[in-house]
């Protein structure tokens, strides 16, 4: 019961607790590196481990990670990263970096382009529905409905030529990245 007690007082102490991974600092260490987390982590596993009263074995953490981010920091990685959107921060260390860098940025840009091409889908399905609303109406003033039925379909128009533009540029995006491999 007693334990109960400080657990409930001490909330801090649970999440120390699970955050302290003090049974191998080399498997945490490696894990980590793999996923490029920041290495500002090491303040909150010290901190945790103090709170747990368990011991955290910087260098063995250091070195594992080391080892998990030349895994991480590799080019294919960052593209793959970067097609996907998946936020970078700045984990690898400088002699990987610029080559991680370029293929994520180059993954980065056909991520965008994949975006803003549903983001148009989205608009072309909203002024469709919109159309579809307007011709379910057709009993109400039909000046009124032509009118925006013509602003409507106009939009409609000009996002599809939008559309077909972001197309473009994804297969040139396609062609020199193929090009470049």
């Given at each position: 019961m007693l334990i109960v007690i400080v657990l409930l007082?001490?909330?801090?102490?649970v999440v120390a607790t699970?955050?302290?991974p003090a049974d191998n600092w080399r498997?945490?260490?490696?894990?980590?590196g793999v996923n490029g987390q920041p290495v500002?982590?090491?303040s909150r596993y010290r901190k945790a481990c103090e709170l747990a009263g368990s011991e955290f074995d910087q260098q063995a953490y250091l070195d594992a990670r080391?080892?998990?981010?030349?895994r991480y920091?590799?080019?294919?990685?960052?593209y793959e990263?970067?097609?996907?959107?998946?936020?970078?921060?700045g984990a690898c260390p400088a002699p990987l970096?610029?080559?991680?860098?370029?293929?994520y940025r180059t993954g980065a840009e056909l991520y965008g382009l994949r975006r803003e091409i549903r983001g148009i889908d989205r608009e072309i399905a909203w002024y469709e529905d919109r159309l579809a609303e307007l011709a379910a109406t057709a009993g109400r003033d039909a000046d009124e409905l032509a009118e925006r039925a013509t602003r409507f379909g106009a939009e409609i128009d000009r996002l599809k030529a939008l559309r077909a533009a972001y197309r473009d540029r994804l297969e040139e995006y396609k062609t020199r990245v193929a090009s470049t491999s």
């Open positions: 007082l001490s909330p801090a102490a699970t955050d302290c498997t945490t260490g490696y894990r980590d500002h982590w090491i080391r080892e998990g981010l030349e920091c590799r080019a294919y990685n960052g990263l970067g097609s996907r959107g998946v936020p970078y921060y970096e610029a080559d991680f860098l370029h293929a």
